[in-house]
Structure formats: C-alpha cells, structure tokens
C-alpha cells in the first residue's frame, strides 16, 4: 500500500506528440511530484494510455481543482480521464453463493490490512456465509436467486449497491449469471473470477471439462463482468501445472488457490487504478 497520499491521473486519448510534456509541464508548474508514470501506445489503434500518481501534499490546491485546471489540456487533447484520491477508501461489495475460497481470502487480506478498503456487505444466494461474514462486522444480505424471481432479486443487489454506495462488485464465486441489464448499468465495476484459464472451458465444471481434454496446465481468469458471458476484457489470469495423475477434485483443489491468488491481484489492479480499458481488453500499468 502507499507510504503517502497520491492522486492517481489515468487518462487515454489519440496518440499525437506531446501529450507527456503537456501533462508533466502542467503538473510541475504547479509544484506536483510524480511519483510514478506509465505510457502505452497502441500502435494500431493510434491511441495513447497513462497512468500517474502524484503526492497530494505536493499540489496547492485540492480534487476539484485539479480537475477544473487540468480539464483544458484534456480537451485539448480529446481525453477519456479521471483522477482518484487514495484517501478514499474504495467500497467493494462481494457477492457469494456456496463456495467460501475467494471470500476466506479477501476477507483475510481486508483485515489484515493488505487491501486498505471498505467492504460495506457482502451477498449471497445462499445463507451459508452469514454467521463468518457477520463475525467480522460486515453486514449480510440473502437474496436468493430463482429463475421466477431472477429480476426482483437483481433488483434488491442493485438498490442495496446504490445504498452502500459500492464502487465496484466482486463476485467471488457467485455462481449465478447477472442480468444484462445489471451488467451494462455498471461497465468496468463488476469483477469476476472465472475457475478457467479463459477462453479455455467456459460455462460450469470447467475442472471436469480439463480433465476430460488431458490438460497439463489449469488456471483462473480474473475479468470484468459484460452482457457476453465469460467474454469480458481481462484483467489477470494465472495457471498451474497439473498432470494424467490428477482426479477432477484434485484438479479443484490446485484450481482454487490460483483462483484466490488471481481474483486478489485482480482486484487490487482495480483498487489502484492500473487498469485502463481498450474495447474488450485492458491495459495494465503493473
């Protein structure tokens, strides 16, 4: 986590000469410190990617002023841009059903202090979880998920999403497809963890579809959620070594530490703003 408070600058726009000195002259004219810059163009795409962070006490002035400064050079520049501050936590809200792995890790890493964040509540399909989640303070919400009720219950997720005032939804194993209408409302703020190296194996019991094929390496795919199911731009993905010895639950049990491993680095590109959106992929700024 950071030893100090930074503003994150994450923009991208038409790659043209001197998009970097505009920016870095405006931020040094008003005494800013970057502490850490990253540029990527896509030569096809003709298109430019950044990410900056710069010490908060360094600049004058606040947020809001930032943002009115610097709002000419974005238009100047015909850029997609925002800047964060971390000393706002980001609220993450988890959705679960009866697989417990993903949510044992985050809410580990949560209260250890690894993911300096708010987890305002968590959901689930199932009563499963209540009491563990209820143990650490977070509040609990069953909202179960039939095939009559499927709108009503998404429903219930967003309002109570809106309530808490959620800046991005992980679904930690949350074995039910989301609504389109649920997941256009919130483009790049739904992340999930697919147990697949995608686009291996898509859709249930993918452990058992490797098995079937022979697979010598298993892994898991952290994305964000779009109406295209599993199909969403990708943000980490990681594998594991497997071999003709491994039954389907042993396949499971290696699957689900890569999992955990892969939906925390996930989020936490999200959490610090590394990731910046190109169509259906991403670029990120490790």
Known sequence: MPIADYYTLTLSCPDRVGIVAAISTFI????????????????????????QQILVDSLPFGIESFREKFSRIA?????????????????????????????????GRWQAKEMDID???????????????????????????????????YTKIVDLFEEVRGDVMVLARYMQILTHEVCVRYPGRIINIHHSFLPSFVGAK???????????????????VTPDLDQGPIIEQDVVRVDHSDTPDALIRSGKDVEKTVLARGLRYHLEDRVLLHGNKTIIFR
């Not at 990253?38 to 990410?51: G, V, W």
């Not at 993918?206 to 964000?224: E, M, N």
Request: overall charge positive.
């Open 28 to 51: 040094a004219a008003h005494g800013g410190w970057i502490t850490e810059a990253s540029h990527h163009a896509d030569p096809d795409a003709q298109r430019f990617f950044m990410r």
């Open 206 to 224: 993918p452990y058992h579809q490797a098995y079937g094929r022979g697979v010598k390496l298993i892994g898991a795919t952290c994305h964000y």
């Open 75 to 107: 238009t100047e520049f015909g850029m997609d841009w925002h800047i964060a501050d971390t000393t706002r936590k980001k609220r993450v809200v988890i959705l679960v059903s009866k697989s417990g792995h993903c949510l044992y890790d985050l809410l």
């Open 119 to 153: 987890i305002p509540c968590v959901i689930s399909n199932h009563d499963t979880f209540r009491s563990f989640v209820e143990w650490h303070g977070i509040a609990f919400h069953h909202i179960p998920v039939t095939h009559q009720g499927k709108t009503s219950a």
